[in-house]
């Protein structure tokens, strides 16, 4: 290992605790000091230092009327960089834009992320009635078409840590929990190359999703659409089906890719 990969692999806590700080955020959009404290286990003491700083360079917007705190422009700012130098986003956003098209309901792009699926992209649907996630918003890798999708063709040590009864959490009455079912659910998607969901991490929420291919031929990300179950009768399933696959084809070869 070179002195410079040493140096690398050295992490400053200061800088780790901050992150878990705006980490708090992704499924709260405003907090307290005392909330983040509990969230971070950290005291409130210092939460309030590093508040302090994350907002004095915009990563944080203070509220002085309600004292809760918000995440900053500085942020949105690194996420459009972000966004633009990223291959994977730029070419996902016009599929998943056709996809709101053939099918009214929203679209979305997952990847992994740990033991997590993150929202890289998203498309709301054309329905006034529809299910919805934000970008950049985590999610459970063992429930829902797309999870399920990333899981299935995940390397087989990170399928081994979520395989786990202490992992698999009842979400709701659908959720499989059984490491051996899932298991053989897993296997199923593998060899069919798509994954249905039916309201296994929401109550009457249907999606299906498909792998989309790097061009290492490595699964990169899952494709696919959500909405209410009572918009997919059967037949509109498998019609549905047929577009996300096409679209996930699509995107692999995009990104040279030429698995499907």
Known sequence: ?????????????????????????????????????????????????????????????????????????????LGKLFESNNNLVSLARPILKDLVMATGEMASLYVIDGRERVALVREPGTHKISYSITEGQRMELYAGAAGKVLLAFSPPELRTKVLQQKVLKKLTPETI??????????????????AFSEGERVQDVWSVAAPVFDHTNKVCSAVGITGPLYRFPRQVRHRYLKIVLGKARDLSRRLGGTES
């Open 1 to 77: 290992m070179t002195t410079q990969s040493k140096e690398m692999g050295r992490h400053v806590e200061a800088v780790l605790r901050a992150l878990d700080l705006l980490d708090c955020f992704q499924h709260q959009p405003a907090l307290s000091l005392k909330e983040m404290s509990v969230l971070t286990r950290m005291t409130r003491s210092r939460v309030t230092r590093l508040a302090g700083t994350l907002e004095s360079r915009g990563y944080l917007l203070h509220d002085k009327e309600n004292g809760r705190f918000r995440l900053g422009p500085r942020l949105l700012t």
């Open 177 to 194: 929990v059984n490491p051996d079912k899932l298991k053989r659910e897993l296997e199923t998607i593998r060899q069919r190359g798509y």
